[in-house]
DNA sequence: CTGAAAGCGCTAACAC
DNA sequence: GTGTTAGCGCTTTCAG
């Protein structure tokens, strides 16, 4: 059992500062008023010592908690995790928000939510009442889920919403990864390979970004003249069958697609499996790119055209702006919603289309 | 910025019970001596409220922090996640640390720490103080960490560590994943397929499992007879260019070893590109069996056979103990090392020998 | 079996 | 500028 007592604590620090506490946890918090030769003392004292505050006694003294809570959807990431499919979301979260999180003291906590249940409010409310963030991280699919919006907005807690526009006014600081871009991305890309049928599989109505993608493909299509027709979207669920689905439907078309953006990698795996199946070559009479660029696209045959959705990145602007705008670091009022843009990079599943 | 006070402390179930504190608190701690009508009159106000309690207010007043550390090697786990090459070792962990954590209504936190720096200490000691953990899980390169075990030791902070037989008398809680086994498991399969000449490729000296797996290598080669040469033995250090190195050294030997038995992945992914570069087929010419089984060995050509790690069942394990040990349900003392034994998943990358 | 008191380590609010 | 005083919400004593 860990001991009651905290080896030293602010009262040692300030007796041997001479000191009073508030002056040294004014010293810790770098609050203004304190005079320079009284702050050296004091952090001397506090070097020697090696003294580090309790996080949970700064809590309870009524400041912050210094915890991020990321939010994610349980289920699928517990199928992710099982399925060990390399889908490595979760990790690009921790790579990015959580090394931001230490680089201002902070920890970053991941919590797993389960939406279908309608226990979410108990569920994330419990979280938050044990643990009290500063601030909640929330992914899709639950970005703009009413409910945990506004349960955050009645605890006052600062939150920030990856995949999401915010434009619901539902308040939180909105990111996006630029879905709508990243979709024109790819079909300018097969569009200058000469590809005039370029058929979509759309990710799931449930995440907001499935349609912006769908907008981003309709959009870059009409610029180039080409014909975005019902016939060459369809919609996937994120996983492999769904992609399969998805694939035939796509390829049994005519005239068929000589060129398919899938909405994730699953379901580019799928399409890749499907086109074989149906004998046709990729790139040869099959051009492909993906979305995500999560660690496989690098190793199927042929490796994956795709889109690199920046996660990390975005983490970390989340978290930067959650702890400073707790902080009230109210520099410069950022304007919503804040776009991390992703990039093409550019594998062996796209070629010329055959004239 | 939350709110300084709290919804619903325990003050208001005590007095929406008509009862004290105390007997609110014995109830959440299910602390023996209460009457049956007692507890069900408390649990009934604390359900009708919604009473969770502050983990930082249950430290404060000297129990538990419902918090267990996972700590994890900076540089390498950042290494993995920038370069994304599938490694889910830290998603494995989650998988099992976590959900065993909320199970108790524990949660797992993941810490980086810098072994190199000899900060060390200070490092993992400003965690401590910070978090104060009810548990700490330790995994390799640190799991034999003199420093580290001292410093949990002094601490008498309950720690795990995962990949140690403990057999150091350096205490704490020892799993292993059986990589002395599992290399035998992996020679067995390579041995009965026909092949007498298995090279290994082992791990860093850093990790003690290097030595078991080669262990196990040498124990199952001379159990069927066949002569574990210094020769068909060269070291990696866990990455694509170490493993390079070494399986050109183990190919270029006369006789050429007829299979491989890479201590991870990605050495074998690198065995993989220097058999092809050497005009090798696989498994034709050359058997190749991996450790890790990470989601790309699907995804080679040919897909790996390879050793599957039970990372999350291990760390599930380790959590269950530092909980069941810590909360003193001494029910039966476990023998250490805890063994947690993986498989052998047999794919496309081994096969018999040509005779 | 239950209650009352004291205190954990820290910070906000107020004095000086 | 700095010190003093009250808590924060909970649990551990210790009484009854």
Redesign the interface.
């Known amino acids: ?4 007592k ?3 604590t602010i009262k040692h620090v300030a007796r041997d500062a001479g000191v009073s506490l508030q002056t040294v946890s004014r010293v810790m918090n770098n609050v203004p008023n304190v005079s320079p030769e009284m702050k050296r003392r004091v952090q001397a004292s506090i070097d020697r010592l ?1 003294y ?6 700064q ?2 003294g ?1 400041s ?3 915890i991020i809570l990321a939010i994610n959807d349980r289920e699928r990431t ?1 199928a ?3 399925l ?3 889908t ?1 979301w ?3 979260m ?2 990015g928000g ?2 931001k999180c ?1 680089e201002h003291g902070y ?1 970053m ?2 919590e ?1 939510v389960d939406t279908h249940n309608d226990h979410v409010e ?1 569920e994330l ?2 979280a938050l ?6 601030g909640v991280i929330i992914t899709p699919p639950h970005s703009d889920n009413p409910q945990i919006l506004a349960l955050l907005q009645a ?3 600062p939150f920030a919403r990856i995949g999401s526009t915010g434009a619901d006014g539902l308040g939180g600081i909105a990111l996006t990864m630029d879905d709508e871009g990243s979709a024109r991305l790819a079909v300018r890309h097969l569009a200058e390979l000469g590809h005039r049928q370029i058929g979509f599989i759309a990710g799931p109505a449930d995440y907001q970004l499935s349609g912006w993608r769908v907008d981003g493909w309709r959009a870059e299509m009409a610029l180039h003249g080409l014909d975005a027709a019902d016939s060459l979207l369809e919609t996937g669920d994120f996983t492999f069958e769904g992609g399969t689905r998805a694939a035939r439907a796509l390829l049994a078309c005519e005239p068929r697609p000589t060129a398919i953006i899938a909405s994730n990698d699953q379901m580019a795996f799928a399409t890749l499996e499907v086109a074989s199946a149906l004998g046709l070559d990729v790139p040869g009479d099959l051009s492909l790119v993906s979305f995500d ?4 696209a690098r ?3 042929p490796s994956l055209t795709a889109i690199d959705q920046p996660v ?1 990145e975005t983490a970390a602007r989340a978290v930067d702006l959650l702890i400073s705008q ?1 902080r009230g670091d109210d520099a410069d009022p950022v304007p919503m919603p804040i776009n991390v843009s992703g990039s093409l990079v550019v594998r062996g599943s796209t070629a010329a289309a055959k004239s």
């Open positions: 059992m860990a001991q009651r905290q080896a030293v090696g580090v505050p309790s996080i949970a006694a809590r309870m009524g912050r908690s210094y517990i992710d995790w099982q060990r499919q390399g490595d979760v990790d690009q921790l790579l959580m090394t230490a920890r906590l991941i797993l108990r409310g419990a009442t044990a643990l009290q963030p500063d605890r006052a807690i660029n999560t660690p496989m190793f199927t045959r990390a707790q």
